[in-house]
């Protein structure tokens, strides 16, 4: 069975940080691209940032340079570090996993996680 979990959400003030954590069981982590998504309601899920499995990175504009991803493969767990959060930042943040094997997608979801960003 299949589970991405997030953790490392929660209330915090404009400026300050978070560290979100997905852990994954149930896949070859190694060979998954991996996530990092948002979701206000009424509006669509958003990619925050991703990485490879080459390392590469990609983020959003709104997150270049106050996020960072990283991924730590022996412990199956994507992170996502937020620097200083604004009050914009406030979603539920899911991560994903994904990849594609003989032209079939396989792509999983964490539950997310609540980010409040409040005075």
């Known amino acids: 069975q299949v589970q991405l979990v997030e953790s490392g959400g929660g209330l915090v003030q404009p400026g300050g940080s978070l560290r979100l954590s997905c852990a994954a069981s149930?896949?070859?982590?190694?060979?998954?691209?991996t996530g990092w998504y948002r979701q206000t309601p009424g509006k669509q899920r958003e990619l925050v940032a991703g990485?490879?499995?080459?390392?590469?990175?990609n983020y959003a504009d709104s997150a270049k340079g106050r996020f960072t991803i990283s991924r730590d493969n022996a412990k199956k767990t994507v992170y996502l570090q937020m620097n200083s959060l604004k009050p914009e930042d406030t979603a539920v943040y899911y991560c994903?996993?994904?990849?594609?094997?003989?032209?079939?997608?396989?792509?999983?979801w964490g539950q997310g996680t609540q980010v409040t960003v409040s005075s």
């Open positions: 994903n996993a994904i990849r594609t094997v003989n032209l079939r997608e396989y792509s999983y």
């Open positions: 990485i490879s499995v080459s390392g590469s990175t």
């Open positions: 149930g896949i070859m982590f190694t060979f998954y691209d």
